[in-house]
């Protein structure tokens, strides 16, 4: 039977240790309203190294660990990140490259089904935010079908700043969105471009959606007016790459 299970580590010293040896975390949990010196060195760690934090009730950490957590237990990433600096030192201007960046969607199962979308449809990357994003656990990279293990993925301070970069090397940058009027079949993806796609429930931070080139929809018949967002996600993947292939 596959095992589903995620490694932890717990306890603030130990946690410190393992970053600071490089060690991939994809979250830490901390105790809500906890404090304390080492505590908050924790923290103040966790934000430097781009890890995203979740502050719970003492509950939450007693289920994690089986042990003295000191109000912290942290998620072993099951993969390494990429650099998106050096993914775009790759970019060749010549050749149609799809990159995607994820402003937001916190669901695991989403993200891997995402992710599993991404590797089939060629995206050269999938770039996410260092706060407030999904971690890459064992439910992500079985979502993936094991995707999460090749496609690379690059973790942000905010996805505004990769927006301005990508556009930088000449990449167009699209959004999805369902306030848009212009809907992606007509809109002309063949070319390089970065899709954005928000959280599953406030979409792509309004200050984002501002500096992209495009913003753009799926038609939509029927009562319901949204897709999953891995479903949209994959339909606008799939409509770029026809363009860039037709």
Known sequence: MEQE???????IRAILEAIESGE???KVYLLKDGDGVLLNNLKTQARNNKITTS????????HLAKGNHQGAVAAISPITFASLEDILELHNETEKS??????????????G???RTAACTGVKAIVIAAQGSAPINAATVKT????A?????????????????????????????????????????NKSVALVMGSEDKGINPSTLKVLDYKVKLPMKGEIDSLNVSVACGALLYEILRQQNS
């Open 5 to 11: 299970k995620t490694t932890y580590i717990y306890g």
């Open 24 to 26: 991939e975390i994809s």
């Open 55 to 62: 502050f719970v009730p003492i509950e939450k950490l007693d």
């Open 98 to 111: 799809i990159y995607l960046l994820l402003d937001g969607v916190t669901d695991v199962r989403n993200f």
């Open 113 to 115: 089904a995402i992710i």
């Open 144 to 147: 993936s079908a094991g995707a």
């Open 149 to 189: 293990f090749s496609m690379p993925i690059c973790k942000v301070d905010h996805i505004k700043d990769a927006v301005f970069l990508m556009q930088s090397y000449g990449i167009t940058t699209f959004g999805a969105t369902e306030k848009s009027s212009d809907i992606i079949y007509d809109v002309d993806a």
